[in-house]
Each structure stands twice: as C-alpha cells, then as structure tokens.
C-alpha cells in the first residue's frame, strides 16, 4: 500500500509549511515595523515642514518689523535733521546783529564796550562821534579765560542797531595787513561749511560768477 502524509506535509523545498508560515509572519512582522517607522518619519517630517513653514512666517514677519523699524528711523533722522537745522538757524537768526572783534589785547578790569568802542574809533578810523553813539546790547569775551594763552580771547558784540553794525563791519578794510580781524558771528556748524566753500567761492568768483555765501551757510551763484 501507498505511504500516508504526516499532518506537517512538506513544501516542493524540502520545507514544512509551519515553517513557511512561520518565515512569513515574520516578514509580515518586519513589514509591520517598517510601516510604523515610516509613518513615524512621515509625520516627523510633516512635523518638521510646519515648524519651516512657521519659521517662514515668523521671518516674514521679521523682515517686515526691520523694514518697518528702518523707515521709522530714517524718518527720525530726518526729522531730527530738519529740528537741527531750525535750531541753527535761529542762532544765526540771533546772531546777525553781532560780530567779533579778534586779537583785541586783554587788560584785568577791562570794560569790555570801552574796549571794543576804543578799537574802533583807533583802529577802523570811525569818527569819535560816530563810535559815542554806537548802542550795544550785550559786549564780552568768549570762553573762559586760561593762563598762558598764546592770543587773546575774542570780543563778541552784539549791536542794538543793525545799520550800525553794518558800518562798523564796512571799515573792517582798515585792519588789512594788522594781527586784528572782525567778522560776522555764525553757529559753528555754519562756520565750518563757510570754510568748505571759500575756496569754491574764490575759483567761481575768478571765472566771472557773482557768488554770494549766504547766512545759512549755502552757496548761491548768479549765472
């Protein structure tokens, strides 16, 4: 009689298929694993994608707060530029009825309008009578006095009359080739844009153009 199969019935490969199955559960097993491990990177990369996308925004919105704070501060600036400028020129404003009398020698008790009337009268060769009835408002030395100094302190004057000032200023031609030298009193920031443009002045005045430098310290050219 034929042999009767054992209930473990081999496969074709020699193997029983309690063994196959067995291969396969465990396949099935790994897949399972690997299943889980990709969707847990899915959804760390998902997670990851949002948390880029929130970075995104978030710099967006950063670019537009510097953008934002950029313009307010160039608006400051401006705004603090135009404050400045106002300011300088009220104190050229209130400057214009002053000049200042430079390498006048310094006595103890100096009276500060003798002082600056005797310059005048001897030096710019303004008539006595002219000089008694020059009005000041206000005569003094600028700075503080320091021992030793080389020059003499300056004696800034401020005229009561404008006209008189005027007058005083014309005969400053008298001190050419002295130590002496009197000027208009301007704000230091305008005296150092004079500085910068005395020199243009010179060369366009050479070339024929009326130039004028005016109080607030610009170049205007009559072509």
Do not use: W
Request: proline fraction near 5%; aromatic fraction near 6%.
């Amino acid at each position: 009689s034929c042999p009767v199969d054992s209930p473990e019935t081999t496969s074709p490969t020699g193997k029983s298929f309690t063994d196959i199955l067995d291969s396969i559960n465990k396949r099935l097993s790994l897949v399972e694993i690997l299943h889980r491990e990709f969707k847990s990177l899915r959804e760390s990369l998902e997670f990851s994608q949002q948390q880029v996308e929130t970075l995104a925004a978030e710099n967006a919105s950063l670019r537009d707060s510097v953008k934002s704070l950029t313009e307010n501060v160039t608006h400051l600036n401006e705004e603090n530029k135009k404050i400045k400028e106002t300011v300088i020129d009220l104190q050229a404003r209130s400057m214009r009825d002053n000049l200042v009398f430079s390498g006048i020698p310094e006595s103890a008790e100096e009276d500060a309008e003798a002082t600056v009337k005797s310059f005048i009268k001897t030096y710019m060769k303004l008539p006595e009578d002219t000089v008694e009835n020059i009005c000041f408002e206000r005569v003094h030395r600028l700075r503080a006095k320091k021992p030793g100094a080389p020059r003499p302190r300056p004696i800034v004057a401020k005229f009561g009359y404008f006209k008189q000032k005027e007058q005083v200023k014309s005969h400053g031609r008298e001190l050419k080739g002295t130590d002496f030298s009197v000027n208009d009193q301007f704000p230091k920031e305008i005296l150092e844009r004079r500085k910068v443009l005395f020199p243009i002045r010179r060369s366009l005045i050479q070339k024929g153009s009326r130039v004028v430098i005016a109080v607030d310290g610009r170049l205007y050219r009559d072509l």
